[in-house]
């Protein structure tokens, strides 16, 4: 399966915990997006990379979010001292540069906050 | 600001009807991309149809068809015959001028096709 991976699929945590996501996308997408999708709602953009480089942040992206792609492959999303209102599904998704490429999303990781 | 809105939150029609998704979108930028994505039971976003604003001529896909009207700022989706297969959350969105901009989601609409 070449398509973009995401782990753990499902993640419960008590509040305060920190937790971290692994999103893997396609081999040689240099774009690498995060969004957040809460019940009831679309998924709501919350960052993108371009190779290793953060290019973009949305204001949804509290302090006690961060995301790095370090080598410019894969890229972690950790939270820290969570919240109940942190408990979503958070959707990456990949794709190459430029205006002829679509965005490819992987199955998500939904995060349960206890 | 760009802003997609699916006024209806839940549908439900009976196996074989037709049935119509509604979208209007804002966007200040005139070179922009409108897409729709369907979320099955399953939870994985499916990639169904992109349109750029250039481009307002309708598409047919099988039993999927998108009527783009840009006067409107319209981009609705309908499906013929539909069947308990079709039953899903169906997203509407819109991105900036390249393809690979963010993606700008409204809130949904969920589909129950009764059998």
């Known amino acids: 399966d070449t398509g973009v991976s995401q782990n753990p699929r499902h993640k419960i945590t008590k509040r305060g915990q920190n937790v971290t996501f692994r999103c893997d996308p396609i081999?040689?997408?240099?774009?690498l997006y995060w969004y957040r999708q809460t019940l009831g709602q679309g998924p709501e953009f919350l960052t993108y990379f371009q190779n290793e480089a953060q290019l973009e942040k949305s204001r949804l992206l509290s302090d006690r979010f961060s995301a790095e792609r370090p080598k410019g492959s894969f890229s972690t999303l950790e939270i820290q001292r969570t919240e109940q209102g942190d408990s979503a599904m958070y959707l990456c998704?990949?794709?190459?540069?430029?205006?002829?490429?679509?965005?490819?999303f992987g199955p998500g990781t939904r995060l349960t906050v206890t | 600001a760009q802003k997609v809105t699916q006024a209806q939150t839940e549908i439900s029609v009976v196996e074989k009807e037709d049935v119509t998704l509604d979208c209007v979108y804002e966007t200040r930028d005139t070179t922009y991309y409108l897409f729709w994505y369907k979320q099955p039971p399953s939870g994985e976003l499916v990639f169904l149809i992109r349109r750029n604003s250039f481009d307002e001529q309708n598409e047919i896909s099988g039993r999927y068809s998108w009527n783009f009207q840009k006067s409107t700022s319209s981009f609705n989706f309908t499906i013929t015959a539909s069947q308990v297969v079709d039953s899903a959350v169906y997203f509407c969105a819109l991105s900036g001028k390249n393809r690979d901009d963010k993606i700008i989601f409204g809130k949904g609409t969920r589909l129950h096709i009764l059998p």
């Open positions: 998704a990949s794709s190459l540069q430029g205006a002829n490429y679509e965005q490819y």
């Open positions: 081999s040689e997408h240099n774009r």
